[in-house]
């Protein structure tokens, strides 16, 4: 995983909520069998609408996404986080997340950010306004800020996502390091549970 | 100690490492695999010159992309069958059991888990698709997780897991004639939303869960995601014993008692705290069918499509506004006298064999109404087959539904099983997103047996009314 510090520029406001993996990538593309390339595909069918808000160029390239409730909802698919990083997506900033979606962010290195609903209307009605206008994420200080404004927010984040992604540790490695600890539990585990080594 | 909920005691036993500031670190008892979120795990693994640790407790199948019919003609689609022979392939490498396409067992791997009993109560379950939670209906604590998690489970047999948040969800009472399981998560959802239990797992319990069957159960676990729990539970008892013994991976003999003994002592304790608590009268429950875009825009099938000048918040007025502009419904329409094209029975969520005795019953003797075209696609193989042993399928043919082979199939059209842009479908499936079942497809969710009213009355109708009659 890459890490993570900091990330600035624009964002883009995607005032939906319960925006669900199926939306952000249709099951037509989740077929394919490499894990790069799915930028073109993300909103694929919202984007058939002209004024679908990532069809205005003047948030093409933004890094930063807004959105509403829930956002993430519906099926584990990492495609979606996918592909939001394949758009140029570093950030997201929403009142809240399906679990599985921000998990799958954080193995990636995306970050979602929650942030309280008044905040997050503050800024998606700000980036309708200004398309061009720029935020700061810095993870290290756990902070968002409107650049050239006053206006900053304190995020929370768990340790240990924090220290990951600051760092692009790979968490498989750093589990590894337990194998002695996995070994002794498999040693107390009931010889009666299922095996598949039958089929 | 302090009083434990089912799913606290499973955490616990399941502790491989905790420590302070960091995700526990969980062990997986059992591991399933299917074609569509896998692939880049293994790849990732073989980059990274990693094994899999434990194939003995991993399980695999293909079921989100195989087409239900004509198997042994070459797939249609090319990328389809490259994705399904890269789990082939994988599988081979990594010594991974496999019930592939022609194999009788092949099915939705939350269909197989339990039906093979490597679903047991008191395990960890993982696989990447978001309704593992079907298997809480055995007392495991089953949840989905996405690629780079299926990759650490591959590699070390345990995840890392913050530890959830519990929520009591208690349905009181006795369900009517014709109310089913699917209606009881139905109602649930539309009561506490689709948000309603984000970092939560979610016990259900009281009269109406304990009176149901494994395979309602397993309806109502099935669909907790979309309440955006991490999981569903329900604690396990006899109808959950009875259910296992003799299945080929439950314990057997002197095993099988001592197996017993120990999921007796499952059961959350009484004076068990739950972070959140949820009653529902369970005998105040209709059939539901959902009206909007999320599982939580249901209504009992008494009523009429909702204004969304209603809706509780500005969000949920803008959010029901732009599902009815998708659904091409009109506020205050009568859900009896919203017309179907297609009806598709079958999923994780209702395709069992229970599911399909349920529908067949409704279609006995009659015909699937001229303007819908109907489907059946049993949950697996071995549904299939003991389907046709009991007559099911005939009855369904002789009606004009299409019988097809085993899969995810039209819950979210990954093979060929699609809806057109603006055909309406009556559906036993878990999602009714937009596009779900195929780009501008109009999905209703509802019961097998409400499914299979509508297929003969070519609208909703209130299956309770037909059950009643005594059909
Ligand atoms: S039947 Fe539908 S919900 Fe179930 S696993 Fe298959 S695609 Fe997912």
């Known amino acids: 995983m890459q890490a993570v510090t900091e990330v600035i520029g624009n964002a883009i406001p995607l005032n939906r909520a319960d925006v669900d993996t199926d939306q952000i990538m249709p099951k037509q593309f989740l077929k394919r069998i490499e894990r790069s390339g799915f930028g073109p595909y993300t909103f694929f069918d919202w984007k058939k609408d002209p004024d679908f808000v990532t069809n205005n160029p003047a948030y093409a390239g933004a890094p930063i996404l807004i959105a509403q409730q829930n956002f993430g909802c519906g099926s584990s698919r990492e495609h979606a986080p996918w592909g939001l990083e394949d758009m140029g997506i570093r950030a997201i900033i929403a009142p809240s997340y399906a679990d599985i979606f921000r998990n799958n962010c954080a193995k990636i290195g995306l970050l979602t950010i929650q942030l309280p609903q008044e905040d997050v209307n503050f800024l998606m009605g700000r980036a309708e306004e200004l398309p061009g206008g720029k935020l700061s994420v810095d993870l290290a200080s756990q902070t968002v800020s409107v650049l050239g404004t006053e206006w900053q927010r304190h995020f929370e984040i768990d340790a240990f996502t924090k220290n990951c992604l600051l760092n692009g540790l790979d968490d498989i490695g750093l589990t590894m390091q337990y194998d002695d600890e996995i070994e002794t539990y498999e040693g107390k585990r009931s010889q009666l549970l299922p095996s598949t080594a039958a089929f | ?471």
């Open chain 2, 1 to 471: 100690m302090s009083p434990q909920t089912l799913s606290e005691k499973i955490w616990e036993q399941h502790l491989v490492r905790t420590a302070p500031d960091q995700p526990d670190l969980l062990y997986i008892d059992m591991h399933l695999v299917h074609e569509v979120t896998s692939a880049q795990a293994f790849e990732s693994l073989r980059l990274a010159g990693r094994k899999v640790r434990r194939p003995d407790l991993t399980m695999s199948t293909v079921d989100h992309n195989i087409p239900t019919l004509n198997r042994d003609q070459p797939n249609p689609d090319p990328l389809s069958s490259q994705q399904i022979d890269t789990l082939r392939d994988n599988c081979k490498e990594f010594g991974i059991p496999l019930f592939d396409m022609f194999d009788p067992r092949q099915g939705i791997v939350h269909v197989i888990g339990p039906e093979q009993g490597i679903t047991q109560p008191g395990m960890t379950i993982v696989c990447g698709d978001s309704h593992t939670s079907t298997h809480g209906a055995f007392g495991a604590l089953a949840f989905g997780i996405g690629t780079s998690e299926v990759e650490h489970v591959l590699a070390t047999q345990s995840i890392l897991q913050s530890r959830p948040k519990t929520m009591s969800v208690e349905v009181t009472g006795t369900l009517g004639v014709g109310v089913t399981a699917k209606d009881v998560i139905l109602a649930i959802i539309a009561k506490i939303g689709v948000d309603g239990a984000i970092g939560h797992v979610i016990e259900y319990r009281g009269d109406v869960i304990r009176a149901l069957s494994m395979e309602g159960r397993m309806t109502v676990c099935n669909m907790s995601i979309e309440a955006g729990a991490r999981a569903g539970m329900v604690a396990p008892d006899e109808t959950t014993f009875e259910y296992m013994k003799g299945r080929p991976q439950a314990p057997k003999g002197a095993d099988w008692d001592t197996a017993v003994e120990a999921w007796r002592k499952l059961p959350t304790d009484p004076g068990a705290k739950f972070d959140t608590e949820i009653v529902l009268d369970g005998s105040a429950i209709e059939p539901h069918v959902t009206w909007g875009t999320t599982p939580a825009q249901s209504v009992p099938i008494s009523s009429m499509v909702p204004n969304p000048e209603n809706a509780v918040s500005d969000s949920a007025k803008e959010t029901a506004e732009r599902a009815l502009v998708y659904m091409d419904l009109k506020a205050g329409t009568p859900i009896q006298q919203i017309n179907i094209d297609r009806v598709f029975l079958g999923s994780c969520t209702n395709a069992r064999i229970e599911d399909l005795r349920a529908a067949s019953k409704i279609v006995l003797g009659k015909k699937v109404a001229s303007t819908v075209s109907a489907m059946v696609v049993p949950g697996s193989g071995l549904v299939k087959r003991q389907a046709e042993e009991e007559g099911l399928d005939k009855i369904f043919v002789d009606a004009g539904f299409e019988w097809r082979d085993a899969g995810c199939s039209m819950c979210l059209g990954m093979n060929p099983d699609i809806l057109l842009p603006g055909e309406r479908c009556a559906s036993t499936s878990n999602r009714n997103f937009e596009g779900r079942q195929g780009a501008g497809g109009r999905t209703h969710l509802v019961s097998p047996e409400m499914a299979a009213a509508a297929a003969i009355a070519g609208h909703f109708v209130d299956v309770r009314e037909l059950v009643g009659k005594g059909n």
